[in-house]
């Protein structure tokens, strides 16, 4: 299993950013999904996830303000990113699991992408 993120960038405090991650070689409706972030010298942290028909959940901090989505037809997940705050910052990665489940703790998960960097400035 591969993973690829894109759709980072600068944003300004209260702008909109979307990220997409691609999925391939397995079975993609067979894996749950999550997005989870990092910034410069904290831990990995949970955003949300994704699995089974489309149950989602998202951190409380984030809820509200990022949506994620899944298109199972194109293999693809999204991060719906709105009213971002300079807390946002961080460097995005979306990750896999195999199994219609999801975890809060990124060890769970099998399959990583190389990230995608948000930066929300104020």
């Known amino acids: 299993v591969q993973l690829q993120a894109s759709g980072g960038g600068l944003v300004q405090v209260g702008g909109s950013l979307r990220l997409s991650c691609a999925f391939s070689g397995g079975s993609f409706s067979k894996y749950g999904m999550a997005w989870f972030r990092q910034a410069p010298g904290k831990e990995r942290e949970f955003v949300a996830a994704i699995w089974g028909g489309g149950s989602t959940r998202s951190a409380d901090s984030v809820k509200g303000r990022l949506t994620i989505s899944r298109d199972d037809a194109k293999n693809m997940i999204y991060l719906q990113m709105d009213s971002l705050k300079p807390e946002d910052t961080a460097v995005y990665y979306c990750?896999?699991?195999?199994?219609?489940?999801?975890?809060?703790?990124?060890?769970?998960?099998?399959?990583w992408g190389h990230g995608t960097e948000v930066t929300v400035s104020s």
């Open positions: 990750a896999a699991v195999y199994g219609i489940n999801y975890y809060l703790t990124a060890t769970k998960y099998d399959y």
